[in-house]
């Protein structure tokens, strides 16, 4: 059996915050971001890990960043406005309703949006992975704040290799040769 803050590819669910088009020209290093995060979405189709995308106000916000749009698949996607995803209409009752107990979160802004939302999902009794090189904030300082009260609460931190990896669980198989190129 394995240690229970280790993902599985069985019980997790990929959730993309609020990665939205408005934020491309204040976030620092948002060509890596968008990396990061359109490898973790295309593991999680290899892997069939579950995704879920939300976006805040998308009418004065807008849509999800073209480069995570285009290789999303099959997602559920969450409009919003209150900060947190879980207070989206259907959200909560989709997430517990894909029978998935870890949930794996990335996106901006850290200390708001994403943050909010971890503390939610911990306090629903879900295990919260959050992939610290796929999370953004405008300023540094508001990350670092933001990963370190959420690391506080309970969250597990990770990146993506880790994540990616630990779904895996091992070497030698088409499917780890595949992730493996993705992250080269």
Known sequence: MRHPRILSGQE?????IDVQESFRKVLPDVANLTRNISILVEASKLLAVPVLVTEQYPHGLGRTMAEIAAC????RLFEKLHFSCCQAEGFTDAIKGS???QIIACGIEAHVC???TVHDLIQQGFTVHIVTDAISSRL???KEIGIEKMVG???VPSSVEMALFE???QSGTETFRTVQRLIK
């Open 114 to 116: 994403v943050s909010q």
């Open 167 to 169: 779904m895996l669980g």
């Open 99 to 101: 029978g998935r107990r």
């Open 12 to 16: 997790a669910a990929l959730l993309v």
């Open 140 to 142: 540094p300082r508001n």
């Open 153 to 155: 609460s309970g969250a």
């Open 72 to 75: 999303l698949g099959e997602h």
